[in-house]
């Protein structure tokens, strides 16, 4: 768990962990940030009523989400690794005893994922799945390692990750980093016999709140450190799927909505979204594929 400013929320975020029902030993690792509200007073009580359970690691400056993500990460000694930030929480009290059976006993995966569903700041839910039916589905090693994201917050994966390359620490977000180096130790399987977790939309949200313009941006910058990831260690396939997908995510946005206002704006915009839909359908019919994983 990484948390920062999350005051209203990290009890029932830590309450919802303390519940789980399993046949094995599991242990809460709080990354906490140098909150500037309750939040570490609040870590610290559960930690010293739970010390069996709970290992706190304080920080006395604020690190940011991604170096805060890998030293709690870095921080967990157990054979199989879960994630649930301090704004949110899980609903399923044997959530990690199935993901657990089904990794133990399906050792070609290297993570299981379920359903979220997006609630309020007082845990109204809004909407009954944060991502579409397509996005709910097994995954390959391929689809995984070129950035398909699984919902972090019902993630549970195996411990393979020893240590994380220099380009994570750069990327402003680190799902997609972390599920796109998952994908080089197996595929990955979405679970639908698990009440949804509750991911949370409140005014101090770090995503859920920013306008496109900024998660386009976020999204574009981890995109550019995974190219150069992947530039680095030689595996060019991936590296030059990740620059494509750089160059589309620009060629599918709209550069006209700030720039050129009013009617000519939009007639331009329009003549963009025929360009893209032909493209879109030529690419569809070509197919463009990297290749398979290495063994």
Known sequence: MITYNHE????????????????????LV?????????????????????????????????????????????ACSGDFIALCEGD??????????????????????????HQVMVVDADGNKVQSSKNSFLHNCDLTQEEL??????????????NVITEFPEEFY????????????????????????????AYRMHAGGSWSLQDDDKKKMTLLLSYFWL????????????????????LLEGFYSNPFRTLVPGLLGRAEWIIVKAIRRGFRLMRNLVGIRGSSVPK
């Open 227 to 246: 190219w150069q990831y992947y530039a680095r260690i030689g595996k060019t396939e991936y590296a030059h799927g990740y620059y494509r997908k750089i």
């Open 145 to 158: 390692i070129m950035g398909r994201v699984m919902s972090t917050l019902s993630l549970c994966y195996r």
């Open 170 to 197: 750069k990327s402003p977000t680190g799902d997609n980093f972390l599920c796109s180096l998952l994908g080089n130790y197996g595929k990955a399987k979405f679970l639908k016999d698990i009440k949804p977790s």
């Open 30 to 74: 709080i990354g906490e940030d140098c909150s500037t509200d309750s939040t570490r007073f609040i870590c610290e009580e559960y930690a010293l009523s739970h010390p069996d359970v709970i290992k706190l690691l304080p920080s006395e400056k604020n690190l940011g989400i991604t170096p805060n993500l890998i030293r709690t990460l870095l």
């Open 8 to 27: 209203p929320y990290v009890r029932q975020a830590i309450e919802s962990i303390l519940q789980q029902k399993t046949t094995f030993k599991i242990e």
């Open 88 to 113: 949110d929480y899980w609903t399923d009290p044997l959530k990690l005893q199935k993901q657990v059976d089904f990794l133990e006993a399906n050792p070609d995966y290297v993570a299981c994922y």
